[in-house]
């Protein structure tokens, strides 16, 4: 099952505009990752953040994390055609057996026109 | 160094047939996830390795799957007597041994039930 919804499930933008996409979860985390996926290729990772971290930076990347609304951004700064592709927030719980596993969000087109 | 390789890249087959979908994980990787990736559920978390052993397998869906990983390395995924709701692309990952570490993809295994 989907733990995370993100927002918006589209987005369309010029190249050298900011591009704002949310993640909300349901249930306590360890940490959040983003993972980018262009059409017909595997995913790629972006960035984690720890439960205990609020902001993280990466590049054109800020990734923000609130834990009391179970909620995460993340921002590409000045975009360009090539980060045209789907983004998806994956959040890994606590401890026990399923340490590894991931569970994404739906995910969001990003289409940045040149 | 070489990334997540899958294989085959697409398999269509009909239904009822048996399929093995293979992965070789990054060199020196501990943990082997596989998930599914379909457009009515999104993608989904199916089993995860950590060496030879599957801490997790409660994504399999029905006992018509199962997956084995030998050596600590190549994994193998299979179906038997495959059901039309069985089409999807099916993704591997791994990471270091270190728990709570980014997830490699490879580019899946597109499956087509006829």
């Known amino acids: 099952s989907q733990q995370g919804e993100e927002d918006p499930q589209a987005l369309s933008i010029q190249e050298g505009e900011n591009a704002t996409m949310n993640c909300s979860y349901k249930?306590?985390?360890?940490?959040l990752q983003w993972y980018r996926q262009n059409s017909g290729r595997g995913l790629v990772h972006l960035i984690l953040?720890?439960?205990?971290?609020r902001e993280k930076h990466s590049g054109r990347l800020r990734v923000t994390l609130d834990t009391s609304k179970k909620s995460s951004s993340l921002l590409i700064t000045a975009s360009r055609a090539a980060d045209t592709a789907s983004y998806f927030c994956?959040?890994?719980?606590?401890?026990?057996?399923?340490?590894?596993?991931?569970?994404f969000g739906q995910g969001t087109i990003l289409t940045v026109h040149p | 160094g070489a990334g997540v390789s899958q294989s085959p890249s697409n398999k269509v087959t009909e239904k009822g047939k048996d399929v093995e979908l293979r992965c070789d994980p990054i060199?020196?990787?501990?943990?082997l996830y596989w998930y599914r990736q379909s457009l009515g559920q999104g993608l989904e978390f199916l089993i995860y390795?950590?060496?030879?052993?599957?801490?997790?397998k409660s994504g399999l869906p029905s006992d018509r799957f199962s997956a084995e990983r030998t050596g600590g390395s190549v994994s193998t995924l299979t179906i038997q007597r495959t059901q039309q709701e069985d089409s999807a692309v099916y993704l591997c990952?791994?990471?270091?041994?270190?728990?709570?570490?980014?997830?490699?993809f490879g580019d899946g295994t597109r499956l087509s039930i006829l």
């Open positions: 249930t306590s985390i360890n940490n």
């Open positions: 994956a959040t890994a719980p606590w401890g026990g057996t399923s340490y590894g596993k991931l569970t």
């Open positions: 990952a791994s990471s270091p041994s270190r728990i709570y570490q980014p997830q490699h």
């Open positions: 060199s020196g990787h501990t943990a």
């Open positions: 953040i720890r439960s205990n971290e």
């Open positions: 390795f950590q060496g030879n052993s599957a801490p997790d």
